[in-house]
Nanobody, 123 residues
């Protein structure tokens, strides 16, 4: 059983930056694709970014490409999401995700979820 704990959310003005972290425990971290999804009020959970086992391959949603960067530290069992040039439409609860294989938009492919961290971007 893998447990994921997100941190780093908060309130930021538009144009600002935040760095989310997700610490994993209880499993072999390097055996999982890791990623981030987000869910805004009244909307479905959507894919944000993912990173491969060793960190060499990443994929992003078009809406965040060029602004967000996903990375991982397989020694510290942590995945990060650096978010720059934040927009009000980035406001959402951000969830860390772990899967045994590659995933994209299909939330059914996710094996473990964190409990989420709220990011609020004000004008």
């Amino acid at each position: 059983q893998v447990e994921l704990a997100e941190s780093g959310g908060g309130l930021v003005q538009a144009g600002g930056s935040l760095r989310l972290s997700c610490a994993a425990s209880g499993g072999t971290f390097s055996s999982y694709f890791m990623g981030w999804f987000r869910q805004a009020p009244g909307k479905e959970r959507e894919f944000v970014a993912r990173i491969s086992y060793g960190g060499g391959v990443t994929r992003y949603a078009d809406s965040v490409k060029g602004r967000f960067t996903i990375s991982r530290d397989n020694v510290k069992n942590t995945v990060f999401l650096q978010m720059n040039s934040l927009k009000p439409e980035d406001t959402a609860v951000y969830y860390c995700a772990a899967a045994r294989g590659p995933f994209y938009r299909d939330t059914d492919s996710i094996d473990y979820w964190g409990t989420g961290t709220l990011v609020t971007v004000s004008l």
